[in-house]
């Protein structure tokens, strides 16, 4: 577990931006099971990568002016580990990793973004990617 003081600015670079921060497992599964529209979940992390690359890129394309997802959640690694061992379920075949992001569509997973996807890559292109999947799915 990692000290408050260290997680709630981090935390807040995304709750900030409009996406509703969960810590229970009960609201990650009622946000995702959701038989309608799509969903962007963020599996927030204090690495480098989640603060250089993911969360940057992830605000970078909500601000873009096309399609969007209807809701945008996010559960912190480290932080809320029972929400975040319960997204990590519907995250499946992909393994455990922070930061991921994920876009869902009537329920599905349909879009992945694992660390090593996002480890080395800069904000703008993971930006491009998520515009990309929320064009086609959203």
Do not use: W
């Not at 709750?15 to 599964?29: A, N």
């Not at 992830?58 to 975040?84: L, Q, S, W, Y």
């Not at 997973?109 to 292109?125: C, F």
Request: with cysteine; net charge negative; glycine share 8%.
């Amino acid at each position: 577990m990692y000290p408050i003081e260290l997680t709630r600015p981090i935390a807040q670079e995304l709750t900030d931006f409009g996406f509703e921060g969960l810590t229970q497992p009960d609201e990650v599964s009622s946000a995702l099971e959701k038989p309608e529209g799509t969903v962007l979940l963020v599996v927030n992390s204090v690495c480098g990568c989640a603060g250089a690359n993911a969360r940057p890129g992830v605000k970078m394309a909500v601000a873009h002016e096309g399609k969007k997802p209807n809701r945008m959640i996010t559960v912190f690694a480290g932080v809320d580990n029972a929400a975040t061992e319960k997204a990590r379920e519907y995250l499946l075949p992909y393994p455990p990793s922070s930061p991921s992001i994920a876009l869902f569509k009537d329920g599905k997973l349909v879009h992945m973004l694992e660390r090593r996807h996002i480890e080395g890559s800069s904000a703008a292109l993971v930006a491009h990617n998520l515009i990309d999947a929320f064009e086609q799915y959203c």
